[in-house]
């Protein structure tokens, strides 16, 4: 099971617990399969609970769902609205997981489980995400909802995680960015490719990413293409203040050496004062 798949699973099973005890006796044995009728709702929430831990997805959305119908706004809809949730979540099922949250959010939103809902929304988005070669829409979804759930619930795990999600998602748009600029360069366009790469180095979520030390380098490509040496060689002085050990500004030396340029930061660490910081420290 993925890490982020076992976490939802985690952070569901307290809710699920506690709604067990409010009947401990009902849902026992084998029952037969879902009939659409009036049934005890205890008896129609623990079936779909039992259903969920053996991992029968579809089963149990069918069980809660008719808790849903049957009950609404009650405690019971409540809880079973997040098992949905986390059901459709685990069957792949990210639309119909996001559908839930958003009726969640709408019904409950100063629920203690709210920030489960919107945490569980920005994760369907975040674990869409395709590679960079593709739309980034499920990026940028991902983005705005964890920044969302950041902002919400600042302090909590909720927020923690999200945090770490966010460097993920930026580097993977910052990489699209580079994707493009190199499309632009091998297609002769050096303006459009320097736009994308100067995309990266000016977005201050993108300068933390992996991308910002190749981003430089091949802005230092990009304007001795287009005859602006001077330009090269401050690209060329940023990189190596900030990445004096990478091999991009190892490559950006020998190039800027050959157009007989010198850049602010040398292989002996030396450095002029102008020179600007990407990374902290």
């Not at 600029?181 to 002769?188: C, K, T, V």
Request: aromatic content about 12%; charged content about 20%.
């Amino acid at each position: 099971m993925p890490a982020f798949k076992f976490r939802a699973g985690l952070i569901l099973a307290t809710v699920a617990a506690s709604a067990l005890t409010m009947s401990a006796c009902a849902g026992r044995g084998d029952r037969p399969r879902l009939a659409y009728e009036e049934r005890p709702v205890e008896a129609l929430y623990n079936t779909g609970y039992q259903r969920l831990q053996s991992r029968r997805w579809a089963d149990a959305i069918d069980y809660f769902q008719e808790v849903e119908r049957q009950h609404p706004y009650s405690e019971w809809s409540r809880r079973a609205i997040l098992m949905q949730i986390y059901a459709y979540y685990q069957n792949n099922n990210y639309a119909e997981a996001i559908a839930a949250s958003d009726r969640f959010i709408q019904l409950f939103p100063g629920n203690p489980s709210a920030p489960y809902a919107f945490y569980m929304k920005a994760l369907c988005n975040f674990e869409q995400i395709t590679d960079v070669g593709r739309d980034q829409g499920y990026a940028q979804a991902a983005l705005d909802g964890l920044r969302d759930v950041q902002r919400r619930y600042p302090g909590t795990s909720y927020a923690s995680d999200a945090a770490v999600k966010i460097d993920m998602v930026n580097d993977q748009l910052a990489g699209k960015e580079m994707a493009i600029g190199r499309y632009y360069q091998r297609a002769g366009q050096p303006l459009a490719a320097l736009n994308r790469y100067k995309a990266v180095i000016d977005n201050e979520a993108y300068q933390r990413t992996s991308h910002t030390p190749e981003a430089l380098y091949r802005l230092v490509e990009v304007n001795l293409m287009l005859g602006l040496k001077e330009e090269a060689t401050r690209n060329g002085s940023v990189l190596g203040f900030n990445y004096p050990g990478s091999p991009w500004y190892a490559e950006a030396y020998a190039l800027l050496s050959e157009e007989g340029r010198q850049p602010g930061v040398t292989p002996t660490g030396q450095r002029e004062s102008w020179l600007r910081r990407i990374i902290p420290g």
